[in-house]
């Protein structure tokens, strides 16, 4: 979708999917595996991969289109945790007084679909606060001067969440008050399934607008071309805005969403941010389709690490493993180019 | 419809134009020559929004447009055919058309409009599906000329179509703006190519270190002297 | 002026280097000199301030050298200086090693690391590096953490001072000596044809590539310099807190010493230094004033930094410097002949 091709590409496509079908192949080969032996990490893989899939996505996307290295991607995690949590909690105390079934189903979803618009909002704020600004003063050394402001960016977020609401751990033990289902024999919770749901369709919904309405067209097209993309008539600022609101919210609602994993505290997004810079560096920058994939297949990597090794190496050998896979393939997984420069 | 008056124009550190004056009248098919790094593509741009004047003015249609965003110069009916083509080259022909048409509102109309590209370049009917980036350099040509037509605009800006172009593609080029001519776009081209347009074009002005030098009818400066000795080679 | 003659005899490079700034230059180091030493600063919590905020200063050198002349950014820097910290902490513990010898292995195994580091992910694109550099930071943090057998993990590793008596101000000149050293070593080099080879490929990468240079092996020997000096003052740091945790690694306090270095101006080297004093004291009153809002600087720190980026790329130095340039001119122009 956002990926770029060369006019040598075609041989060079057929290569690489090649590759990229190996990958896939073999992540779903250890998933079928570790599934039949270990039930749980697969649930746990999937659950976990379907909200990084969007986190991840949603980090490309904003790459790709607007060439920002968004470093305060994590704190729109934490921001759509807090403001869950906040929107949660009365509904779940509501819920202990009276209890009815309807608002059992249901309680969660306000809460997700106001982080998910308070996420896209104050993605909006920054795009014409911080970047558009920047974007009239100069053009030059871009993606390192924003790498930096959306560095500083998390860092006032980080510790403005920390002045305002505190260290402590604001969380809830589950969204669903319901007893786990029976899958094949397998125990899963219901939060953890319908997460996984959750992540299935916004993943489908967002496909479906990049690839086929007017709006998702004109994204990646800026995304290709810039100056293309204004001859035909695209208002490049109201894309960027459209790009930033969409990357924040899908960031905001996987932090809303995992609520009942990560409890609401200032640094929750750190993980989580690292977890989308590794899956977009594995994948390519700036390709949002690799990224999806590709965060399934890192869900898995850190799973399998925190089963069977521990907790403490979670960003020991990921480290190790994507230092290995640069080395032979510069570009990333399923990336198709590489630049010695920073600038594109 | 277009009116160029003591343009200025150029870049942050380097300033090209230096008093540009120049007219398009509605229907016309007008040239703008010169050697390399005279102005042209500068011109070109300064006109369709990408860069903004120093000094002077650029009027379409009788008001100023100087200062005015390119997206919003290509709505008002201003198309332009970059040098490097600006095509998305992960998209298909089809969807880089589509885009074209980003500004119609109407799909009826859309359709129409890329029916009528298909007609004037039947080979991009062909590679419909096809992506951009994998074209052959004719071809992407025909494609950045297709895609600037979609919002059917009123006057129409290309930058040297013939270009790095071999003989075949560089006359299909010329014959599809000789068919736009005839269905009444109006069209300002920049080429380099000095024998082939002079006889093709109504008017061409000649642009030399950022000024016009010339200015006249086709058979006027295919006569002209300097224009004989500078760019024929007589 | 006799001074300013005998620095020009006996340091022809030193004034070469310093050039018409050489009477700010020479201002500055004396006050620094003396700061601590006259009242009302020669009080011992104001000295603690002052070494806090010259191995700020002195960071902020290091990490400018790779950022402000090869573009890239080491968003992994604290980890460096922490490898330096622990490496010569661990060898004092364990191995009794003097302190005054374990800073300097410590800056040798942060350069080396720096050097692996660099090698690897260089020839990429500088978004690569700086990220790699990160996630290679986050893994050594992680390494400690897990390794608690031997650095005793997040509970602290205490770790013997440089000096028996509890005065800051011999630290004081210790870590004065070794901004002294950074700045001048960094300076000289980038004054060198090295120097010549960072700008051009921290500009252009083709061109310096077309005109033979190989960039890869310039990018790695800078990165490998900036991260052997960061891991120095991370042995100071180790044996002058006398404590050391993981949390010195933090990307948090990377994104610190990146904001001096940027708000007092990006390649500059001194830039960053001459803001990280008024900075670092001014930081420090805050954390008195407002105990109860921890992280009040960062937040500071962090909106500079926006603020810098979006407004004033060129930092304070390039205030500084605009303003120079605005006095001379008309000196130039009364007694123009050249």
């Known amino acids: 979708m956002t990926s770029t091709l060369s006019p040598q590409a075609v041989p060079l496509i057929r290569r690489l999917l090649t590759f990229t079908w190996i990958t896939i192949g073999i992540a779903v080969l250890v998933m079928v595996v570790v599934g039949i032996k270990y039930p749980s990490i697969l649930v746990s893989t999937l659950a976990t991969g379907g909200m990084w899939a969007l986190m991840a996505g949603g980090l490309a996307l904003v790459f ?125 919770s219901v939060d953890r399934a319908l997460v996984f749901v959750i992540a299935l369709i916004t993943i489908a919904v967002f496909s479906v607008f990049l690839r086929s309405t007017r709006m998702g067209r004109a994204m990646r097209a800026v995304s290709q071309d810039e100056t293309g993309a204004q001859m035909a008539g ?40 690292y977890l989308a810079w590794y899956v977009v560096i594995l994948a390519g920058l700036g390709n949002v389709q690799g990224a999806v994939v590709g965060a399934f297949i890192v869900a898995l990597l850190q799973t399998l690490t925190v089963y069977f090794i521990g907790v403490g190496w979670v960003d020991v050998l990921p480290t190790a493993f994507i230092i290995f896979i640069l080395l032979f393939k510069p570009s990333g997984l399923f990336g198709s180019e590489v630049k010695g420069v920073w600038e594109q | ?13 380097l300033q090209v134009l230096w008093g540009v004056n120049l007219r398009v009248e509605e229907g016309e098919f007008v040239a703008l020559l010169g050697p390399n790094g ?127 172009l071999a003989p075949i593609p560089t006359l299909a080029a010329f014959e599809a703006l000789k068919r736009l001519r005839e269905r009444g776009v109006t069209i300002l081209l920049v080429e380099q190519n000095v024998n082939t347009t002079l006889r093709l074009v109504d008017r061409a002005y000649v642009l030399e270190q950022g000024r016009v030098v010339l200015e006249g009818t086709g058979e006027q400066l295919l006569g002209n002297p300097h224009v004989q000795e500078a760019y024929l080679g007589i | 002026m006799g001074a300013v003659t005998t620095v020009k005899r006996a340091a022809p490079g030193l004034a070469a280097l310093l050039g018409n700034r050489r009477l700010p230059a020479l201002a500055f180091v004396l006050i620094l000199l003396v700061l601590p030493l006259i009242p009302p600063f020669n ?81 990429l694109r500088g978004i690569y590096a700086a990220v790699m550099a990160w996630f290679v930071g986050l893994a050594l943090m992680g390494l400690v953490r897990n390794l608690a057998d031997v650095t005793r993990g997040s509970l602290g590793l205490n770790v013997p001072l440089f000096f028996a008596s509890a005065d800051n101000l011999p630290y004081y000149y210790v870590i004065l000596a070794m901004l002294f050293v950074t700045l001048l070593v960094l300076a000289l080099v980038i004054r060198s044809h090295l120097g010549l080879a960072f700008q051009a490929i921290g500009q252009n990468v083709q061109a310096a590539r077309a005109s033979g240079i190989n960039p890869t092996r310039y990018l790695v020997i800078n990165f490998t310099l900036s991260c052997a000096f960061a891991g120095l003052l991370g042995g100071f740091y180790a044996h ?41 004291i001014g930081v420090e009153l805050l954390r008195i004033q407002f105990s109860d809002l921890p992280g009040l600087h960062l937040v500071l720190y962090g909106i500079l930094l926006i603020l810098v980026m979006i407004y004033r790329p060129a930092g304070v130095a390039g205030f500084l410097r605009g303003l120079d340039a605005r006095l001379r001119r008309p000196r130039a122009e009364a007694g123009a002949t050249e």
């Open chain 1, 234 to 273: 695209i208002d490049l600022n109201r894309i960027f805005m459209l790009t930033l609101g969409l990357s924040c919210g899908l960031a905001s609602l996987a932090g809303a969403s995992l609520l009942f994993m990560f409890p609401s505290y200032p640094s929750v997004g750190v993980q989580p941010l």
């Open chain 3, 43 to 123: 009080r011992q919590d104001f000295t603690r301030y002052l070494v806090g905020a010259v191995l700020m200063a002195a960071q902020a050198v290091a990490f400018d050298f790779t950022a402000g002349y090869i573009n890239i950014v080491n968003f992994g820097f604290a980890a460096f200086v922490g490898l330096g910290g622990y490496t010569s902490g661990l060898l004092a513990v364990h191995f009794g090693l003097s302190p005054w010898i374990g800073i300097f292995v410590g800056a040798f195994a942060a350069g080396l690391l720096g050097l692996l580091t660099g090698a690897l992910t260089l020839r």
């Open chain 1, 64 to 188: 790709g289109v607007m060439n920002i290295p968004n470093f305060a991607h994590g704190e729109f995690f934490m921001i759509g945790s807090l403001v869950a949590f906040t929107v949660f909690t009365p509904i779940q105390e509501e819920l202990l007084k009276n209890p009815s079934t309807l608002l059992r189903a249901l309680g969660p979803f306000p809460g997700m679909i106001i982080a998910t618009l308070v996420g896209a909002i104050l993605g909006v704020v920054m795009e014409v606060v911080l970047f558009r600004p920047l974007r009239r003063r100069s053009r030059d050394q871009w993606v390192m001067n924003t790498f930096l402001l959306t560095a500083g960016v998390s860092v006032v977020l980080v510790n403005g969440d920390q002045l305002l609401f505190g260290n402590d751990f604001r969380g809830i033990t589950r969204y669903w008050d319901v007893p786990p289902l029976e899958l094949l024999g397998v125990s899963v």
């Open chain 2, 38 to 164: 005279a102005g042209k593509t500068t011109t070109l741009r300064t006109i369709a929004g990408l860069v903004k004047p120093i000094r002077g003015t650029v009027a379409f249609r009788g008001r100023s447009i100087n200062g005015v965003a390119a997206h919003e110069v290509s709505r008002m009916g201003i198309g332009y055919v970059s040098e490097n083509l600006n095509l998305f080259p992960a998209m298909s022909v089809y969807e880089n058309l589509l885009v074209g048409a980003y500004a119609v509102r109407d799909r009826a109309q859309q359709l129409a409009t890329m029916e009528l590209v298909f007609e004037l370049f039947p080979r991009l009917q062909e590679r419909r599906n096809q992506l951009a980036g994998t074209l052959s350099g004719g071809e992407r040509k025909m494609l950045a000329i297709g895609r600037g037509l979609m919002p059917s605009p009123a006057l129409l800006l290309v930058d040297e179509p013939s270009l790095g």
């Open chain 3, 240 to 280: 002058y807190y006398g404590i050391l945790t993981p949390d010195v690694m933090l990307t948090s306090h990377t994104v610190e010493i990146l904001a001096i270095a940027y708000i007092g101006g990006r390649g500059s080297l001194w830039g960053g230094a001459l803001i990280a004093i008024p900075l670092g």
């Open chain 2, 1 to 13: 419809m277009l009116e160029l008056t003591d343009l200025e124009s150029g870049y942050e550190l």
